[in-house]
Structure formats: C-alpha cells, structure tokens
C-alpha cells in the first residue's frame, strides 16, 4: 500500500517558521519528483513547491520564493517543507504529492501530474 503522511502543521503568529515533513512508503519515492501544494478555504488546490528526484533542482510557486525551502532525504523516504516569514495568506491545508513520472526533471508540477497524495496536514499563521 502506497502511503504519505504529512506532519508538523500547526498554528503559529505572522513571521514564524514550521517545517512540515511528509514520509512515503509502499513505492521508490526517491524515483520521483515530489511536491508540495496547499488548498486554503474556498480556494482551489495550488503548487507550492517540488523538487527533483535526486533533489538537484527545485521550484516553487511565485508567492513562497525567498520564504520556503523544499528538500528530501531519500535514505528515508522523506520529503520537507521548511516555511519561513510566515504570513496569515500561507493559511492552508498542506499536502505532499508525487508525480507520476520517474526521473523527471520537472520542478513545477500540476495536481494532474501527480498520482499519490498525503492527507494534508493544517498550517494556520495568525496576525
């Protein structure tokens, strides 16, 4: 059974950091290019960050540059988001996703072009 999960959500003030951690088992996730995306409330699901299978090269949507940073430690099938200057727009449920390609050097995905998610996990930045 092929599974992510999330962690290291919470609630924190304007400004803080939280660094969310996303563990895969049940596949070779260090085959593929794995991301993050979130979904705030009324809002459809968007890219956040992702980073090649090897970790080579990253990307990251236009609103988190200079604030997040993805990374993964493929000895332990794990992938990171560390989220720094967080700001009260960053509010959202964030998951984890891997793209369905192995190898890829694709640094932006789109939700279509991944096919096992996490459940999310809740990130609340208060003023």
């Known amino acids: 059974q092929v599974q992510l999960v999330e962690s290291g959500g919470g609630l924190v003030q304007a400004g803080d950091s939280l660094r969310l951690s996303c563990a895969g088992s049940?596949?070779?996730?260090?085959?593929?290019?794995m991301g993050w995306f979130r979904q705030a409330p009324g809002k459809e699901r968007e890219f956040v960050a992702a980073?090649?299978?090897?970790?080579?090269?990253?990307g990251y949507a236009d609103s988190v540059k200079g604030r997040f940073t993805v990374s993964r430690d493929n000895a332990k099938n794990t992938v990171y988001l560390q989220m720094n200057s967080l700001k009260p727009e960053d509010t959202a449920v964030y998951y984890c996703?891997?793209?369905?390609?192995?190898?890829?050097?694709?640094?932006?995905?789109?939700?279509?072009?991944?096919?096992?998610w996490g459940q999310g996990t809740q990130v609340t930045v208060s003023t």
């Open positions: 049940g596949r070779t996730f260090s085959w593929y290019t």
């Open positions: 996703a891997s793209g369905r390609i192995r190898f890829t050097r694709a640094t932006i995905l789109r939700a279509n072009d991944c096919d096992y």
């Open positions: 980073i090649t299978w090897n970790g080579g090269s990253t």
